[in-house]
């Protein structure tokens, strides 16, 4: 079954709304009114029987029916100027009934109202059609022992009212449907026009993959957070397709340079065995050497192009200790320089995020300092603040501003190894857990590079951890 448009949808229910609201006050006005109708009949009934003024001899003086009961049965129309008399009835305890008139039983007894004339009953007020069709309210009361009074009264003026009350209801509730729908729809048009704009620029995100698309952002309702969401999604997806272009173009450049000199050293092998002079021991183990350093160098730096392709944390972020993950960072890197010392000064702090991401960018920074400098790599964690320091020759404030760069390498470091990517991985890290790089020169020369880390809770007061280490 084809589903309907959105804004098909919400005039329906506008439509569908408005009708209920309508129909309900329409049945309630429709049954209030009618309440209000038959007590005011009802009472008036009450009153005659109360009154007991039924009829009134020739002489003018009244005749009370608890008195003598078959003398209102015996009374001539002609007496009985009082037009109300024609609708009262004496039922007697037989079931028998008599009027003032000579007309008959003008409405059938029932066996409730000859209860009532036995006196089993108070009273009996109820619906009743006479011989001629006519529409009447009926209250049967005792009068006196034997005998009940019943008082009628036509409900015809009644039900007319009702009648013509029903008619005028229905069109009123029939037009405010038509009105509701119309309402609807010119209202589900101006709320979906700003779905309708978002929903074009979707469609010509996916035809065209143009992820400079915005969209205006007017209020503060939901289609406006809509709009907000749906312009950082595309200006994030934009930032993101222009870091992996940067990233294949950065990455085919940096692995030609250790893929060049790799061909160069196994051609230069292979020539030698073809040429019928092979290389003496010393130079082959030289080639050796430098085919294994390519390799591994290429394989470094595969590996670092994996971790910044990843755009999120490998794992679920949670809450981690940061001084925990500095303290494992420096017991690693002292196994891959041994002999080389750590000056150490850690306080507690507690981030939410990635742990092995987290350590990873601590261990760069520490491969960082190692790589610059022979002496002791001053270590401190401080209020969330990491920051490491060497020794080594430093940076001008100018090469500061591209050391988390892809690929940047400091003219100092072009002979050293490594791919240009260690503080880069530091960076993209350290954004993705909220905090902030810094590059800085350290007090008495070289470099302080390192990072800050919003805390996930206060923490108490706790002692401070402060250590140095080495072998």
Excluded at 75 to 87: G, H, I, Q, S, Y
Excluded at 91 to 104: E, V, Y
Excluded at 124 to 153: I, K, N
Excluded at 344 to 373: I, Q, Y
């Amino acid at each position: 079954m084809k589903r309907l448009p959105l804004r098909a949808n919400m005039a329906l229910l506008a439509a569908a709304v408005t009708a209920a609201a309508i129909v309900a006050a329409s049945v309630l006005a429709w049954v209030a009114t009618r309440h209000t109708l038959r007590e005011q009949v009802d009472d008036s009934l009450g009153q005659r029987v109360f009154q007991r003024q039924l009829i009134r001899s020739p002489d003018g003086s009244t005749v009370q029916v608890k008195v003598d009961p078959e003398a209102f049965c015996a009374a001539r129309p002609d007496v009985v100027p009082n037009e109300t008399v024609a609708d009262l009835q004496l039922i007697r305890a037989d079931g028998s009934s008599c009027t003032n008139a000579d007309s008959g039983e003008v409405v059938e007894t029932t066996a409730a109202e000859v209860e009532v004339a036995q006196g089993e009953r108070d009273s009996v007020l109820r619906d009743a059609t006479a011989p001629d069709g006519t529409h009447v309210r009926t209250l049967t009361y005792p009068v006196t022992d034997g005998y009940a009074l019943r008082v009628s009264r036509s409900l015809e003026e009644v039900d007319a009212t009702m009648r013509d009350l029903t008619w005028i209801l229905g069109l009123v509730a029939a037009l405010g449907v038509l009105v509701a729908g119309g309402a609807g729809l010119a209202v589900a048009r101006i709320a979906i026009r700003p779905v309708d704009r978002l929903t074009e620029a979707a469609e010509h995100v996916a035809e065209t993959e143009d992820l400079d698309v915005r969209i205006d952002v007017a209020g503060h309702d939901e289609v406006a957070r809509l709009s907000t969401a749906f312009n950082a999604m595309t200006e994030r997806l934009a930032g993101s397709r222009r870091r992996q272009r940067q990233l294949v173009a950065d990455a085919g450049h940096e692995l030609r340079t250790p893929l060049t000199s790799l061909r160069t050293n196994l051609e230069w092998l292979m020539r030698s065995e073809d040429r019928g002079r092979p290389l003496t021991p010393q130079q082959r183990r030289q080639v050796e050497h430098a085919v294994l350093g390519q390799v591994e160098e290429l394989g470094t730096l595969v590996g670092e192009l994996v971790e910044l392709a990843r755009g999120e944390p490998a794992a679920e972020p949670r809450p981690v200790d940061l001084d925990a993950i500095v303290l494992r960072a420096v017991e690693r890197a002292q196994h891959r320089a041994r002999g080389r010392r750590f000056d150490l000064h850690v306080e507690p702090w507690r981030v939410r995020g990635d742990e092995t991401v987290l350590e990873r960018a601590v261990l760069n920074l520490l491969d960082n300092a190692l790589k610059f400098s022979d002496d002791v790599i001053r270590v401190r964690l401080e209020d969330g603040r990491l920051s490491v320091d060497d020794a080594g020759p430093g940076l001008t404030e100018t090469e500061r501003e591209h050391a988390f760069e892809r690929f940047w390498r400091a003219p100092t470091a072009r002979e050293l190894p490594g791919s240009g990517l260690g503080l880069a991985i530091v960076a993209d890290a350290v954004e993705r857990h909220g905090g902030d790089v810094f590059f800085a020169a350290a007090p008495g020369g070289g470099s302080r590079v390192g990072f800050s880390i919003p805390a996930l809770t206060e923490l108490s007061a706790g002692a401070t951890e402060t250590h140095t280490a080495g072998s």
